[in-house]
């Protein structure tokens, strides 16, 4: 078995003080951090997501459903798709050895959508380092941490959300989200933070 970790969106508009900001986020950033710092060779490798948008049509809105459309958000160039500053000495340091980009034209939630500068997918780079099994953490928990996760058991990775690594937008969806994961065979652990 060889794990690896993967962070889910831990970006400025996705925290208190961004566009699309989810409560808890700068906390979950700190936590997020820690886990890395700790780990103590818990993952073979620790990898990232990214929303990186340019144009990506219907999916910013001026008139959104928080579903399928928000606002404006994590724009290449902007400082609000930087990674939060809880989190990204985890990336300058190297402890997170790659980040991958989704949805410079899409809406692309889930990081199986996205690719790393040199372009390799998300599952092409995991399969290459024999990966079998994949934490989830991140931002939000019933948007683009529950598309990772789902994405990775159709991939074939065996999947599990760590909970208190997460926040969520609202307790509804949230709850919807991890009855949804559960029933696609991943696994769950601790509690999502939910302070909306």
Same mark, same amino acid.
């Given at each position: ?8 969106? #831990?970006?400025?508009d ?7 900001p ?9 936590a ?9 060779g818990?993952?073979?490798? #620790? ?10 049509g219907a999916?910013? &809105? *001026? ?5 399928? &459309? ?11 798709? *930087? ?9 300058? &340091?190297g402890?997170? *050895? ?8 899409s ?9 790393? *500068?040199?372009g ?16 989830? #953490? ?12 789902l ?9 599990? #959300? ?34 909306a």
């Amino acid at each position: 078995m060889r794990r690896a970790l993967i962070v889910v969106d #831990v970006q400025k508009d996705f925290c208190e003080g961004g566009s699309v900001p989810v409560k808890g986020g700068a906390d979950r950033a700190v936590a997020i951090a820690d886990l890395i710092r700790q780990a103590d060779g818990q993952y073979a490798h #620790v990898v990232a997501t990214r929303d990186h948008h340019i144009d990506p049509g219907a999916h910013f &809105s *001026e008139h959104p459903d928080f579903q399928n &459309s928000f606002p404006v958000h994590c724009v290449v160039g902007g400082e609000g798709g *930087e990674f939060h500053p809880n989190f990204a000495p985890a990336v300058t &340091s190297g402890a997170v *050895e790659e980040v991958f980009y989704k949805g410079a034209h899409s809406a692309s939630k889930s990081g199986f959508e996205g690719a790393a *500068e040199d372009g390799t997918s998300l599952t092409d780079w995991l399969r290459a380092r024999d990966v079998t099994d994949l934490d989830v #953490v991140g931002i939000a928990t019933d948007h683009c941490v529950k598309a990772t996760a789902l994405d990775g058991v159709r991939a074939g990775f065996e999947v599990k #959300v760590l909970l208190d690594y997460t926040a969520g937008v609202a307790a509804d969806t949230t709850s919807t989200a991890i009855d949804e994961l559960r029933r696609a065979g991943v696994a769950l652990s601790g509690k999502s933070v939910v302070l909306a």
